[in-house]
């Protein structure tokens, strides 16, 4: 992450929505990494979930995802989170609670540590002051598991902050946009009813952040590099906020 300026602090302050990525931003770089090990586990799982079951079958379906995500615009056409809960969605007769419930299942949270108290108290002071959010390619039931880890759930439980999984990021004519797409962007300011200028925006993928910046948000690059990354920016934030 780069330094956080006193100007760009400025830029922030004068924010009055900050939007948070999830994984990459509220884990650090050892958490985030076992998550991701244990991923393809949660894919496989989605595959049986929909009667794919024989591994040869669940191999063929992540190359046909591959070339679905070339063929339509769906994200970065990357094989993402997001990008595939939309495969699933799109192609089988499943919803987002059950691919949620059964993806998330698979994923191990059971090394993620809290935060301490005080930037709990922090995080609840920026959530009083602020419009806070968390935009997630995720499922609902990940964002949520994160944070009970984190000791911050309840935040989201009582309506502090806003959350937006991958089944918000879903137009009108029933497309999912998982971020990077403008599309997720518009989404989620048309649902804030807010403009992306008054926005800021944190996230750890560079193509989030482009795409971000683009829109005319205020944005901040995280590098989860670190075991207090996020503790060292929602200290800095709770002073500004």
């Not at 949270?109 to 009083?128: G, M, P, R, V």
């Not at 048309?190 to 926005?199: A, F, T, V, Y």
Request: with cysteine; net charge positive.
């Amino acid at each position: 992450m780069k330094k956080l300026t006193p100007e760009k602090l400025q830029q922030i302050a004068e924010r009055s929505v900050w939007i948070f990525d999830n994984d990459g931003v509220f884990t650090n770089k050892k958490e985030h990494k076992t998550i991701m090990y244990s991923m393809v586990g949660a894919y496989r799982a989605l595959c049986k979930s929909v009667g794919i079951t024989s591994r040869f079958e669940q191999t063929r379906t992540f190359a046909k995802m591959r070339k679905w995500f070339k063929s339509v615009p769906i994200g970065d056409g990357k094989l993402r989170i997001g990008s595939t809960a939309a495969y699933f969605f799109t192609h089988y007769n499943t919803n987002f609670k059950t691919l949620g419930e059964t993806f998330a299942a698979k994923l191990k949270f059971s090394h993620l540590k809290s935060f301490d108290a005080e930037t709990i108290e922090k995080f609840e002071h920026i959530c009083k002051t602020r419009k806070v959010a968390v935009m997630s390619n995720g499922f609902e039931q990940q964002v949520t598991s994160i944070w009970h880890k984190k000791g911050i759930d309840h935040l989201i439980h009582n309506g502090s902050v806003a959350l937006f999984d991958v089944s918000q990021l879903v137009d009108t004519q029933n497309v999912v946009h998982p971020k990077p797409s403008t599309e997720s962007f518009e989404i989620v300011c048309s649902k804030l009813n807010i403009h992306p200028n008054d926005i800021a925006f944190f996230d750890d993928t560079g193509e989030n952040v482009e795409k971000a910046e683009a829109l005319g948000m205020v944005v901040v690059q995280m590098h989860a590099d670190e075991t207090t990354a996020i503790e060292k920016v929602i200290s800095k934030l709770a002073e500004i906020a």
